[in-house]
C-alpha cells in the first residue's frame, strides 16, 4: 500500500542546534516533494520544493534533501530558534495533477 | 503568492444540518483544492474544484456530502451537508502556485454536536 511516513513522536532540541526531520515514503514515484510548517489553528505554509532530479535544495536556514533510491527525504533547520516551533509536513505529488499526498507530520520543539 | 480567506473562520453546527464554507483568492486561479484536517490528523485532499467543470472527488467523499461550487476563477464554496459529529474538522481550500507550490487558506473550524 501507499504510505507517507513522518515521525510521529515530536522532536524537541536546544536552540541553536540543527533539526532534522525525515519523510519516507513507499510505492510513490513522485515527481516533486514539498515541505510546509503549519502552526495551530493555521494553514499550512509553503516552505521548499525539491524535484525528483534534485538532490538538495537550501533556502536561509531550511535545507532538503530527496533520495529517489532511499524514497525519503530530509528537512534540516541550521541554528534553530524557538520561533521554528510548529509541525512540518511533507507531501508529495504523484502525477500531473498538483494534487498533494501528505505526511501525518513531527511537531518540532526548540527550547530556548 | 496568493491570499486566501475562509468564512466563516468557525461554527458550530447541529447533527443533520448543512455549513456553506467559503474560499476567496485575491487572484485568478485555475485550480482550487478542498482538503479535510480532522483532530490531530494530517490533511486529507477532498476534491479538486476547477472553473467551468464538475468537481474531482477523492475516493471516499462524494458529491451528496460535499458539494462544491466554482462560480469564477477567484472563488469556491464546499457544503458540508447532513452534518454527524464525525464530520468535526478544520477544512482548507488552497491554490496551485505559479512553481507548483500551495497556498492555503486559514481553514474553517467546524464542530458538530
Known amino acids: 500500500s501507499q504510505k507517507i511516513e513522518q515521525n510521529s513522536e515530536a522532536l524537541n532540541i536546544q536552540e541553536g542546534k540543527t533539526a532534522t526531520l525525515t519523510c519516507n515514503y513507499t510505492n510513490y514515484s513522485p515527481a516533486y516533494l514539498q515541505w510546509y510548517r503549519q502552526d495551530p489553528g493555521r494553514g499550512p505554509v509553503f516552505l521548499l520544493l525539491?524535484?525528483?532530479?534534485?538532490k538538495e535544495k537550501r533556502k536561509e536556514r531550511l535545507k532538503v534533501t530527496f533520495d529517489t533510491t532511499l524514497k525519503q527525504s530530509l528537512f534540516h533547520i541550521t541554528a534553530s530558534q524557538p520561533a521554528d516551533s510548529a509541525t512540518y509536513l511533507c507531501?508529495?505529488?504523484?502525477?500531473?495533477?498538483?494534487?498533494?499526498?501528505f505526511g501525518s507530520g513531527t511537531r518540532l520543539l526548540v527550547r530556548p | 503568492s496568493a491570499v486566501i480567506s475562509q468564512k466563516p473562520s468557525r461554527d458550530i453546527c447541529q447533527r443533520g444540518t448543512s455549513l456553506t464554507i467559503q474560499c476567496q483568492v485575491d487572484s485568478q486561479v485555475t485550480m482550487m483544492f478542498w482538503y479535510r484536517q480532522q483532530p490531530g490528523q494530517s490533511l486529507t485532499l477532498i476534491a479538486t474544484?476547477?472553473?467551468?467543470?464538475?468537481?474531482?472527488?477523492e475516493s471516499g467523499f462524494v458529491i451528496d456530502k460535499f458539494p462544491i461550487s466554482r462560480p469564477n476563477l477567484t472563488f469556491s464554496t464546499l457544503t458540508v451537508s447532513n452534518m454527524s459529529p464525525e464530520d468535526s474538522s478544520i477544512y482548507l481550500c488552497?491554490?496551485?502556485?505559479?512553481?507548483?507550490?500551495?497556498?492555503f487558506g486559514p481553514g474553517t473550524r467546524l464542530t458538530v454536536t
Open positions: 507531501a508529495l505529488v504523484s502525477d500531473s495533477s498538483y494534487k498533494l499526498i
Open positions: 525539491i524535484r525528483e532530479n534534485e
Open positions: 474544484a476547477n472553473q467551468g467543470s464538475e468537481a474531482t472527488y
Open positions: 488552497s491554490v496551485v502556485g505559479t512553481s507548483y507550490e500551495q497556498y
